[in-house]
């Protein structure tokens, strides 16, 4: 039932209508307070976005100090200095010849640009009947239309069809949920082949990019490719002529313990988005990172991205992600996130026995954790069952702060838990998370009457 805003007091448009919200009123390291003094583990660093830990004294002061010295100058008409040393240091950690960015504030707006990026090249270099995006099945990138577009998340998008562009499908590899299960020989899921056919039946002189995300994020759950998944996928890009996007918006900025998730695999994107980690949560920022051989046929051309926001280039978000950028790196806390990544997924290996538990898979201090009705077939819960939802509700009341997916079964069904907490995470902490974790599974399973 809808409570009444009015009888609330609230005139809050929340985000979900029929909930009644605790209020967090104070939040430290890995903690949140609620004002009855209760606290939570925020285990999934709230969207995957808080790596540095709250309350850090230092990004604070960094945005303050920006405040007050220049809070706002438009893109269009000036450069500052916040926006010059965001660049420099994200060129610096970018992998090979990407080194131009453009800052912007959601993931969701990354990734529009990013892809009006990629169609803007193929204009200006003559190409103009490449438009088409190829995205993997099931993805996330994001709610504006484009980006929903791209994303394969058939319950975000159910009401706006008719407003989505046409984006050809390739199935993610995946291997939870495809038919080789992650092993050799690999199927074209995991092999990187379902690219290429993607490609070939859109029509290669059509396609201009392909985006994906390099390790999943939360609708597959974390799923880790194979180590050659994308050498062969940058080598279909390449054979083809399409632009490469690779979406870090939820991997990126060191979540997998390594700058990028695509960093391991040896291979360079054309387009690079970032988002969530790169300001720990401050403020919303997100980025647009390419190569000058991407944007001077636009120099060359029509001279601008056709890409216009008021936002964009902020001087304030910006200093919040160079203050960022250097506390990850003075504390070498990238590093810090891999150590305690193998730490997290080693005892999360534990859990693999417990009941509901199918599958736990990620890397770095990114985990997922797949709840099934049977471990042996992997059907998963129906989802009348609402177990995800059960889990999350059981985890607030333990004290522990989860992320829930749902659908990525089949497109309806699937029930999974993301965890991520802050780099800043200690071994005691990260115990203590999956001790929480634990205990909040049992409250969920007697909930829904559920045994392995
Ligand atoms: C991979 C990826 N891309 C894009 C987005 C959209 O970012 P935002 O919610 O900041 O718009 C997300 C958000 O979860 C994401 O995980």
Same mark, same amino acid.
């Given at each position: 039932?809808?409570? #009444? ?36 583990? #925020? ?68 990734? +529009? ?221 990238? +590093? ?16 693999? #026995? ?76 990260? #115990? ?21």
């Amino acid at each position: 039932m809808m409570p #009444d805003p009015a009888a609330a007091g609230s005139h809050v448009f929340y985000r979900k209508l029929t909930r009644q919200y605790r209020r967090i009123v104070r939040a430290e390291g890995c903690y949140l307070l609620d004002d009855t003094g209760r606290r939570y583990f #925020d285990a999934c660093g709230g969207a995957f976005t808080v790596s540095l830990g709250h309350g850090v004294a230092e990004i604070a002061g960094a945005i303050g100090d920006q405040a007050r010295t220049l809070a706002y100058v438009n893109g269009t008409a000036f450069t500052h200095g916040a926006v010059e040393e965001l660049a420099a240091e994200l060129a610096r950690v970018s992998p090979g010849d990407l080194e131009l960015v453009y800052p912007l504030g959601s993931g969701s707006e990354a990734v +529009e640009a990013a892809l009006k990026l990629a169609r803007q090249y193929w204009v200006e270099v003559g190409r103009g009947a490449k438009h088409t995006v190829v995205a993997l099945a099931p993805s996330y990138h994001g709610n504006t239309l484009l980006a929903l577009s791209a994303s394969a998340r058939p319950h975000y998008s159910a009401l706006f069809g008719e407003w989505l562009v046409e984006v050809v499908r390739a199935p993610a590899p995946y291997a939870y949920r495809c038919e080789c299960g992650g092993t050799p020989p690999y199927c074209p899921a995991c092999s990187g082949d379902a690219v290429e056919a993607a490609i070939v039946r859109a029509g290669p002189d059509t396609v201009a990019a392909v985006i994906a995300e390099p390790v999943g994020g939360s609708s597959t759950g974390a799923a880790v490719p194979q180590p050659e998944y994308w050498r062969r996928v940058r080598e279909i890009c390449d054979r083809y002529d399409v632009l490469l996007v690779a979406d870090e918006v939820l991997t990126g900025a060191g979540r997998t313990g390594t700058w990028s998730a695509l960093e391991p695999y040896g291979i360079v994107p054309d387009i690079m988005t970032l988002g969530k980690g790169i300001a720990g949560g401050y403020v919303p920022l997100s980025a647009v990172v390419t190569s000058r051989r991407v944007a001077e046929p636009l120099a060359r051309g029509s001279g601008a991205l056709a890409h216009a926001q008021t936002f964009s280039h902020h001087p304030v978000l910006c200093a919040a992600g160079v203050a960022t950028l250097r506390y990850l790196r003075e504390r070498r806390l990238v +590093e810090r996130c891999a150590e305690m990544g193998r730490v997290l997924h080693r005892r999360l290996a534990e859990l693999r #026995d417990l009941p509901l538990v199918g599958d736990v898979r990620g890397r770095g201090l990114l985990a997922g954790i797949e709840f099934v009705a049977d471990t042996e077939t992997r059907e998963p819960l129906p989802r009348s069952a609402r177990f995800a939802e059960h889990f999350t509700d059981a985890a607030l009341e333990e004290g522990l702060v989860v992320w829930p997916n749902v659908g990525h079964a089949d497109g309806r069904n699937g029930d999974l838990v993301m965890l991520a907490p802050p780099f800043i995470v200690t071994e005691d902490q990260l #115990d203590e998370m999956l001790d929480l974790w634990t205990r909040a599974l049992r409250r969920a399973a007697d909930r829904v009457g559920a045994t392995k």
